[in-house]
């Protein structure tokens, strides 16, 4: 047998090893295409969930900053579309006074990881009309337990706080 030339045993040997790759990377392919699926269904149910809620959602960076928000929270913003609020802080929206506040006790949780759980508090609105807020503020972390977001959710209970 000249060199360079394969028996048919061992090509029939490379022939076996290649279909069982295939049929690894076929399995490998159809765990990837069900993780996908499932982060699209994830992803959908996030988005459901802050196109309809009549709560003001939103996520900021730890230098608080937002990174997502929903409509509702938008339109306290004085905001059309709720990406016009990505990368911007407090700051852009409400007075010196208001903003340092909020970035301050952003700041507290962020660095403590302790929440804010039903807190009821006056904020102006974007006409300057006050409201009344409950509000919970979440530090969010990852798998090493390091603070990397911050979850905002506030329902108006302004109706509610009226005298009778």
Do not use: C
Request: hydrophobic residues 35%; without cysteine.
């Amino acid at each position: 047998m000249k060199e360079g030339h394969k028996t048919e045993e061992q090509l029939i040997s490379e022939l076996t090893e290649l279909r069982q790759r295939l049929a690894e990377l076929d399995a490998l392919e159809a765990q990837h295409q069900q993780a996908e699926a499932a982060l699209a269904h994830e992803r959908d149910l996030l988005r459901a969930l802050l196109d309809n809620s009549p709560d003001y959602v939103f996520f900021k960076d730890t230098e608080s900053r937002f990174i997502r928000t929903n409509r509702a929270h938008a339109q306290l913003l004085g905001l059309d579309d709720p990406s016009q609020a990505m990368g911007k802080t407090d700051f852009d929206f409400f007075s010196e006074e208001y903003a340092r506040q909020f970035y301050d006790e952003e700041q507290q949780i962020i660095v403590s990881g302790q929440p804010i759980v039903a807190r009821e508090w006056k904020v102006p609105r974007e006409d300057g009309q006050m409201i009344w807020l409950s509000e919970h503020q979440i530090a969010l972390m990852d798998e090493n337990g390091e603070v990397i977001r911050l979850l905002g959710i506030s329902r108006d209970i302004t109706e509610r706080m009226r005298p009778e």
